[in-house]
């Protein structure tokens, strides 16, 4: 279905961002602790000293879509439940989502930066210079 090369495969499966082989987390998804680097193409997960900041700005719009998801699914098949009802719902639902919010946030950060297969930075492919015929 979703095939390797997707940055939506290593968002999903929680895969490396560069090579969709080795696992992103330590540990479970859960953790939502990123290794240090790619047990697989030797990657690593993190370009700067905190950057696992930015993926703030994800869990926020991640909160959003969840508050908006919920509010359209009470307006549809609920109904009127009033300011508090909606209030109530989407705390509900942003606090059951966060164990998944936080870990997705991170490897959807990961992946704006990482893409599949790039080269690393002053990484220049093999080519056959110096290969004497
Ligand atoms: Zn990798």
Not at 54 to 66: H, P, R, T
Not at 120 to 129: F, I, L, S, T
Request: charged share 20%.
């Amino acid at each position: 279905m979703i095939k390797k090369g997707v940055r939506l495969y290593s968002i999903l499966f929680g895969k490396c961002p560069h090579c969709h082989e080795g696992e992103f987390f330590e540990g479970s998804f859960f953790s939502g602790k990123p290794k240090e680097k790619c047990s697989i193409c030797d990657r690593k997960y993190s370009k700067e000293p905190g950057f696992y900041q930015g993926s703030y700005y994800v869990v926020y719009a991640l909160g959003v879509a969840i508050f908006v998801a919920v509010w359209v699914f009470i307006e549809l098949f609920i109904g009127n439940v009033g300011f508090n009802g909606i209030l109530f719902s989407v705390i509900i639902g942003l606090l059951v989502s966060a164990p998944f919010t936080y870990p997705l946030s991170k490897i959807i950060w990961a992946n704006l930066f990482f893409h599949y297969l790039e080269e690393k930075p002053g990484e220049e492919k093999m080519d056959n210079e110096g290969d004497a015929s």
